[in-house]
Antibody, heavy 117, light 107 residues
Framework: EVQLVESGGGLVQPGRSLKLSCAASGFTFSDYNMAWVRQAPKKGLEWVAT????????YYRDSVKGRFTISRDNAKSTLYLQMDSLRSEDTATYYC??????????WGQGVMVTVSS | DIQMTQSPPVLSASVGDRVTLSCKAS??????LDWYQQKHGEAPKLLIY???NLQTGIPSRFSGSGSGTDYTLTISSLQPEDVATYYC?????????FGGGTKLELK
């Protein structure tokens, strides 16, 4: 059974940093591209970043480019999202997802990030 | 960026109804479109990929169709457990974008 379990969320002040993790199991993690998708409170879904199966390629939405870094450790079957210079508009539930092609097929349960002073 | 517009924003229907949800892209997305179901407090779940392919384990009452800029998710006979918000998602070109969602309620 595929499982994706996010951790690392919480309350953080504007301008500070936070690092999210996503532990994967039930599939060969190193074979799959992965992504982060977020959802602001009572809002819709927003793609954030994607990383290739081997970590060689990364893609970001413009609003997080230069502030967020997606990475992975295939030996640990873990996906990361380093979030720096956080803003109030980054407040959201962050989901990690495995990609079938470009399709997010399996999703974690999500982790909440609140950026507030 | 490709804009995805879903309609209607809210849909009320009765158990057993045939329900149609629409998604319109701001440009041709070449059928590179998925549909997701999100129940309250849960993560999204993939229903349909590449316009009309049913994800494993999803009931056959769900189906998708479309081409070019116009896409549809159909539920052939609405069940109480189908109450949720439904999102379309395009991956034809970056940044990959979701529609604003259609909230499906029981009448």
């Amino acid at each position: 059974e595929v499982q994706l379990v996010e951790s690392g969320g919480g309350l953080v002040q504007p301008g500070r940093s936070l690092k999210l993790s996503c532990a994967a199991s039930g599939f060969t993690f190193s074979d799959y591209n992965m992504a982060w998708v977020r959802q602001a409170p009572k809002k819709g879904l927003e793609w954030v970043a994607t990383i290739s199966y081997d970590g060689s390629s990364t893609y970001y939405r413009d609003s997080v480019k230069g502030r967020f870094t997606i990475s992975r450790d295939n030996a640990k079957s873990t996906l990361y999202l380093q979030m720096d210079s956080l803003r109030s508009e980054d407040t959201a539930t962050y989901y990690c997802a495995s990609l079938y092609g470009y399709t997010p097929d399996y999703w974690g349960q999500g982790v909440m990030v609140t950026v507030s002073s | 960026d490709i804009q995805m517009t879903q309609s209607p924003p809210v849909l009320s229907a009765s158990v057993g109804d045939r329900v149609t949800l629409s998604c319109k892209a701001s440009q041709n997305i070449n059928k590179n479109l998925d549909w997701y179901q999100q129940k309250h407090g849960e993560a999204p779940k993939l229903l349909i990929y590449y316009t009309n392919n049913l994800q494993t384990g999803i009931p056959s009452r769900f189906s998708g169709s479309g081409s070019g800029t116009d896409y549809t998710l159909t539920i052939s006979s609405l069940q109480p457990e189908d109450v949720a918000t439904y999102y379309c998602y395009q991956y034809n070109s970056g940044p990959w974008t979701f529609g604003g969602g259609t909230k499906l309620e029981l009448k």
